[in-house]
């Protein structure tokens, strides 16, 4: 009965995993297409990518888009980090439950209104729209994600490691750098790699607070699409394809090699995990 049910669940994975990378593959498959078209199948051929690559506005456009979502991502999972370990050490129930559900809100609320708010938000300040507009953006609907990735590490985490090394006469930066920190490394990693996500294929946002000279390839391909298909965005699209898989890979395998040391540092100590470090 367990072999039928087993069975059955890989059957479902692999539908699912059919229906989600058929239209990439078919979408990979035309950017090789001699036609010009997705219509039928001519012949291999690159000139799509190398018209890619004779197209400067689109490199630099693509260029943009990894620089917002580098910085971005990088100043949400900073703010984002300190603000669920913030969260975390609430001492009152109710306020630390307000503050959860404030950062929720921010992840269910949909991407057109926390647009157009932002555009009313620049508006009122006076504040030009472009390269900064699109950073904030990023930035503020960013950190909530980071949030919600690096609190189920804080829950994990042995509070005992900070009881004592507190009572070893640790500060509260020592505490941060030599406790917190290393115990909650995955959930900032993933947070990061998020919210790096959520802004490269952030296009409701981005939509309203982008301004003239500047877009990103969410932007420029939504403005390209209205004018025809071109197999030019085909092959874009299969270039960050193969980089957002090479991203993952690297990510897992980080990950691997993170499990594989602890558990021969656990083997050689047992009581390795449980010791707290001195400041």
Do not use: C
């Not at 190398?50 to 703010?79: E, K, P």
């Not at 699109?134 to 909530?144: E, G, K, R, W």
Request: net charge positive; proline share 3%.
């Amino acid at each position: 009965m367990k072999k039928k049910s087993f069975s059955w669940a890989n059957l479902y994975l692999i539908l699912i995993f059919v229906l989600l990378y058929t239209p990439i593959l078919y979408l990979i498959f035309y950017s090789f297409n001699a036609a010009g078209t997705m219509n039928a199948f001519t012949g291999f051929t690159g000139e799509h990518y190398q018209a890619l690559a004779d197209d400067t506005r689109l490199i630099r456009i693509a260029l943009d888009t990894f620089r917002v979502a580098l910085l971005s991502s990088l100043f949400a999972t900073v703010i984002g980090t300190l603000g669920a370990i913030g969260i975390f050490f609430v001492k009152q129930r109710k306020t630390q439950t307000t503050l959860l559900g404030l950062n929720n809100v921010l992840l269910v609320s949909p991407d057109v209104i926390i647009g157009a708010s932002f555009l009313l938000l620049f508006t009122i300040a006076g504040f030009r729209l472009g390269f900064f507009s699109v950073l904030f953006s990023h930035i503020a609907f960013s950190i909530p994600i980071v949030v919600l990735m690096v609190l189920p590490k804080l829950e994990e985490m042995n509070l005992n490691m900070v009881t004592a090394a507190k009572d070893l006469g640790a500060n509260n930066w020592q505490v941060l750098k030599s406790i917190i920190i290393p115990s909650i490394k995955p959930g900032i990693l993933a947070g990061y790699f998020m919210a790096f996500t959520y802004s490269i294929d952030d296009f409701a946002v981005t939509f309203f607070v982008t301004g003239n000279g500047f877009a990103t390839l969410s932007v420029e391909i939504y403005s390209r699409a209205r004018q025809g298909i071109s197999l030019e965005i085909n092959a874009l699209s299969t270039i960050l394809f193969i980089l957002a898989l090479g991203l993952v890979s690297g990510y897992y395998y980080v990950q691997q090699q993170q499990r594989t040391r602890r558990r021969k540092l656990t083997d050689i100590d047992p009581t390795n995990h449980q010791k707290a470090v001195s400041p």
